[in-house]
């Protein structure tokens, strides 16, 4: 029903946000990846899902395409809700979760808050073939660097978005064969 909802930003919560959008607060459950992407105050767009049950709505807001495409192929998964595909979302990034996928990693998948054994395989065997293509291969050995850097990043207290860049100019600077120790260090050293 709702493809966007441009506004101002009024509320920026780790799990919902609000947008002033002429007159009217959209509360919207975002992941964490959203959240991180939200800047403090000010115009905002995100994309939106509307879940519509007997006895609620819900509004999910996300900041790409590739996070909307992805919630809602986990929402295809059986057993699997809007609530559990953001908290999916929250708890691994979108290239990971993909990867992990191609990949039918189970311990990358249950390292997320609320998956288990089951949840993780049922996710692999449901999604298998569903993936786009360019994502559905595995990365490449200086993607796979970056992402382990950048997480490290963000494990360190960093903005997603901002470790992004500093790993980005890192592999810029030192070439796309550096190890991830010294590409964290050049990033710290950066900062």
């Not at 691994?92 to 979760?97: F, M, P, R």
């Not at 993936?131 to 990365?139: R, S, V």
Request: glycine content about 8%; overall charge positive; proline content about 4%.
């Amino acid at each position: 029903m709702y493809d966007y909802i441009s506004g101002r930003l009024v509320t920026r919560k780790p799990n919902y946000c609000v947008i002033d959008a002429n007159g009217v607060g959209y509360r919207l459950e975002i992941p964490l990846s959203t959240f991180e992407k939200l800047p403090r105050e000010g115009p905002v767009k995100l994309l939106t899902y509307l879940k519509v049950a007997e006895d609620d709505q819900k509004l999910f807001g996300f900041a790409s395409e590739h996070e909307r495409d992805l919630f809602l192929q986990l929402l295809s998964v059986s057993q699997l809700g809007p609530s559990k595909a953001v908290q999916i979302l929250s708890g691994i990034t979108v290239a990971e979760l993909k990867r992990a996928l191609a990949e039918s990693d189970v311990n990358t998948l249950k390292r997320v808050k609320g998956i288990g054994d089951k949840l993780a395989n049922r996710l692999i065997v449901e999604l298998r073939g569903k993936l786009p293509e360019e994502t559905a291969g595995k990365e490449s050995e200086g993607s796979s660097r970056m992402q382990d850097s950048v997480g490290a990043l963000v494990a360190l207290g960093w903005d997603r978005s901002a470790a992004e860049g500093a790993v980005r100019r890192a592999l810029k600077e030192l070439g796309g064969e550096a190890p991830v120790q010294d590409l964290i260090r050049r990033s710290l050293a950066n900062a």
